[in-house]
């Protein structure tokens, strides 16, 4: 596996769009695991919704364990690389799965509504950063 980043159109966009229905935006930035074989994503993260001081990032994967080979990079991305304080993350309620990924990463959540959660991990929180 290696890493790659692209703007939107990419395959890693394209991944994320059918993966977990994430829109397709000109903000958006991608960095994701491939498959040696054939360059297939196994594990990608997006990152939108840029405010000043924070950012969105979301994460589609085949297996957790494609994922483990990016975690360091996505936080480092997000914090040290965009000099973010905080990252957000909205988690569907409905899968718990992606609940129990959210925690295990070290998100925590602000608030419930119907549909998702609401997490944040402030830089300072964040184990996956040097």
Not at 70 to 86: D, G, H, M
């Amino acid at each position: 596996m290696i890493l790659v980043g692209e703007q939107s159109g990419g395959s890693l966009s394209r991944y994320m769009h059918h993966k977990i229905r994430l829109p397709l935006a000109s903000d958006t930035r991608y960095i994701g695991a491939v498959s040696k074989e054939d360059l297939s994503p196994l594990a990608v993260v997006a990152y939108n919704m840029w405010l000043e001081d924070s950012v969105f990032m979301h994460v589609a994967v085949e297996r957790r364990k494609h994922f483990r080979v990016l975690i360091r990079e996505a936080f480092t991305y997000a914090f040290v690389t965009c000099k973010k304080s905080r990252v957000y993350g909205l988690t569907p309620i409905t899968s718990e799965k992606a609940l129990d990924l959210s925690k295990r990463l070290g998100f925590k959540p602000i608030t419930w509504t119907p549909d998702f959660v609401l997490q944040v991990m402030d830089k300072t929180d964040c184990r996956w950063i040097e």
